[in-house]
């Protein structure tokens, strides 16, 4: 991997954790975690040089301190995009982290930014959205097939519905999907890829009861082609349901060979992150926040899921286990408390193993800097040798 001047910041941005226990057990289930109040976990402090391009971070070189933002002007070399809206979620393009590019929503705007590592945002596209209480435009994957059709997908909220669009550059967007139920609450959702279908997470639009309605689109992770039909290889044929229970999810992800697959949810009572299942209602949650810290979207990077939160600053940390089990406290990074931090986060897609994208919902509730909302790189590498870490 080439070292370029983001780059070498973005090294210090380490996550951690590396505990274990073992979820192969089928029915295991885990105690809701009390609040969290294990140490925080190793702080990024930019801006560091060195990086060995062997998957751990390089000596650091006498850290400056980064001035604080002038304007849309970010010294933060992280930093690819600045002056934005409210980025509930981003989608990483293709390509590698030596020359990042992605997309940005805006959850009020309805706008999709492109953003890249050496130039201005630029507008994709445009939707029309309502984005009064938790709505708007919330979710944002790529086609299964990017490659070839160049499609993107988008999660939002209209005057009558919550529902899926696609479009691409230059072209009006096409409902895929429609008659997501709407409500006062429950609006958010969101989307990821499989490989071979879309992956939708619906919120339950204010009604729990939607949720464990085989017959509602709320509350519900969907498994959809690009034309929003029932996949091939659902569990039910002819449904579009894969699992329910949701309330109000705020991220998708899975791992890079499709193993695994997670969703985040907002609960009455806590936050959770589920491991999902094919077919049938989530189980037993793979970790709980009582303190509910806002899970935004998540990444998976091999060796932790890596959840934004959107309503105390950074990132929730959990290790994964060799044998693909999450265990262990989770950890807290970005916050701000020692070295670098971005405040409140919306949206993250990994751009490979150990990086990826970023998007601040400052601008929503957060404190806001000149420069919010913004979008940026962190780094999520492995583990060393099962330790923690050290930046």
């Known amino acids: ?89 981003v989608a990483a393009l293709p390509g590698d982290a030596s020359s990042p590019s992605g997309l940005a929503a805006e959850r009020k705007t309805g706008r999709v930014m492109q953003v890249t590592a050496d130039g201005q945002p630029s507008q994709l596209a445009k939707l029309t959205v309502d984005a009064v209480g938790d709505g708007g435009l919330t979710g944002l994957a790529l086609s299964p097939t990017y490659d070839e059709d160049q499609l993107v997908f988008a999660y939002i909220t209209t005057a009558t519905d919550n529902r899926v669009v696609r479009f691409t550059r230059g072209q009006q967007p096409k409902a895929v999907l429609t008659g997501i139920p709407k409500g006062p ?84 009572s806590q936050d959770a992150l589920y491991r999902v299942p094919s077919g049938g209602a989530l189980a037993a949650p793979t970790w709980t926040w009582p303190d509910r810290p806002g899970l935004a979207g998540c990444a998976d990077s091999e060796q932790a899921v890596v959840i934004a939160t959107s309503s105390t600053p950074g990132v929730q940390d959990l290790p994964i286990a060799p044998d693909g089990s999450v265990g262990g406290t989770p950890k807290s990074a970005l916050d701000g408390k020692e070295g670098a931090g971005y405040g409140r986060l919306g949206g993250i897609d990994a751009i490979d193993s150990r990086y990826a994208l970023v998007g601040t919902v400052n601008r929503d509730g957060g404190q806001p800097v000149s420069s919010d909302d913004r979008v940026a790189i962190i780094q999520i590498p492995p583990n060393p040798a099962g330790g923690s870490g050290k930046d």
């Open 185 to 268: 609450t429950g609006n958010r959702g969101a989307l990821a890829s499989d490989g071979k279908a879309l992956l939708v997470a619906t919120g339950d639009a204010g009604n729990p009861a939607a949720a464990a309605d085989p017959n509602s689109l709320a509350g519900k992770v969907l498994r959809i082609d690009t034309s929003g039909n029932p996949a091939p290889e659902n569990p039910t044929p002819g449904s579009r349901v894969f699992a329910s229970g949701l309330h109000s999810p705020g991220g998708l992800c899975s791992s890079a060979d499709g193993s695994r697959l997670w969703v985040t949810d907002r609960g009455p």
């Open 1 to 89: 991997m080439g070292s370029v001047p983001w780059l070498l910041a973005a090294c210090g941005l380490l996550l951690s954790g590396c505990a274990k226990f073992d979820d192969r057990a089928a029915g295991q289930v885990y105690q809701p975690a009390p609040a969290l109040s294990a140490p925080a976990g190793p702080q990024p402090k930019l801006p560091v040089d060195g990086d060995s391009g062997s998957g751990a971070p390089g000596p650091a070189a006498p850290r400056t301190p980064v001035p604080p933002p002038q304007g849309c002007t970010d010294y933060d070399r992280s930093v690819i995009a600045t002056c934005l809206d409210t980025v509930s979620a």
